[in-house]
């Protein structure tokens, strides 16, 4: 059975839900989509996802023209959409098996040049937005009967794992999702609810291509040092970690050597990768510093 909820920004000041989804039987895996908390039922599992609605359609065999219709609420700072999306998600098709949280705002720019509502818009939207999506979904994910394993996946950024100029916002938004991934752990881990921190690195979006045009030159040479993954290539690696319960789910080489540089207190569940984090500590500390001071002499 297949649902679609698709949350959107907002283009009049209604409130209101459009029509519950249409019901399909497909055979298929799970998918990811583009659009921020799009929440999704594939094989018995609810899901929110995030590559682009076609790469979705690709991949369960329909044309994006066949594509069913969707729930729709609006997207906008201190709105409970959360709430109004995971509330008709659970009431259609049952309690949430995989939520990923992925609604997010990115403008890169230095902080003396930023407006407030900018600031204020990217912490509302990253973090705040998370925490309605959590607090709306948790309640039916704890109080499930069957008690097998769950999971809640926060979609980070390669930019909360070190911070990186031109993005002090945005930054301080995503570092902000490893401190409750970490709290909330160990608060929902004896409900057999397993926590992961997706870290993309650029990922090849529309929304990437806007991003690139008012980005500052030095945080644009930066960023290209990891370089851009495609949505499906980042949608299969987050799948791939969430499936395997890991904390830390890096999509790319660097995002690997970023993981094993910052674990510090993150919980590890990988008996192998606890050791290599703590044999390549000291290693990924000097390399660390050679990027760091990369970085500062462009800024001379």
């Known amino acids: 059975m297949y649902r679609i909820l698709q949350q959107h920004p907002p283009s009049s000041s209604t409130t209101s839900l459009l029509p519950p989804t249409t019901t399909l039987t497909l055979s298929t895996t799970t998918a990811f989509i583009e659009d921020p908390s799009m929440i999704d039922r594939l094989n018995n599992a609810v899901v929110a996802s ?34 109004i999306i995971v509330k008709e998600a659970v009431d259609s098709v049952g309690p949430i098996d995989v939520l990923v949280c992925n609604q997010g705002v990115f403008v890169a720019q230095e902080l003396e040049n930023q407006e407030m509502k900018e600031i204020r818009d990217m912490i509302e939207i990253n973090l705040i937005g998370t925490f309605n999506l959590v607090k709306a979904a948790l309640p039916a994910m704890k109080s499930r009967t069957d008690r097998k394993p ?8 390669q930019a909360g794992q070190v911070g990186i100029y031109g993005y002090t916002s945005y930054s301080a938004s995503k570092f902000g999702l490893r401190g409750l991934a970490e709290a909330l ?22 929304g990437l291509a806007e991003e690139n ?15 851009a993954m495609k949505a499906d290539e980042v949608a299969q690696k987050a799948w791939s970690g969430i499936k395997s319960g890991s904390f830390f789910v890096p999509c790319n ?38 990027f760091q001071w990369s970085w500062y002499v462009i800024h001379m």
Not at 59 to 66: E, V
Not at 257 to 278: D, I, K, N, W
Request: proline share 9%; with cysteine; net charge negative.
């Open 253 to 290: 080489l660097e995002g690997f050597m970023l993981s094993v540089a910052t674990a510090g207190l993150s919980p590890q569940r990988s008996y192998l990768m606890a050791f290599v984090e703590v044999i390549s500590a000291g290693l990924m500390r000097v390399a660390g510093l050679c």
């Open 50 to 83: 995030f590559v682009p609605l076609e790469v979705l359609y690709m991949w369960i065999g329909l044309s994006f023209n066949d594509r069913p219709p969707t729930v729709m609420a609006p997207l906008f700072p201190g709105c409970d959409y959360e709430h």
């Open 150 to 157: 769950v999971s809640i996946a926060f979609m980070s950024s």
């Open 185 to 206: 752990q160990q608060e929902v881990i004896a409900d057999n609810i397993h926590v992961s921190v997706i870290f993309p690195p650029d990922t090849d979006t529309p």
């Open 213 to 227: 045009k008012r980005k500052p030159r030095l945080t644009s040479i930066i960023a290209a040092s990891s370089g």
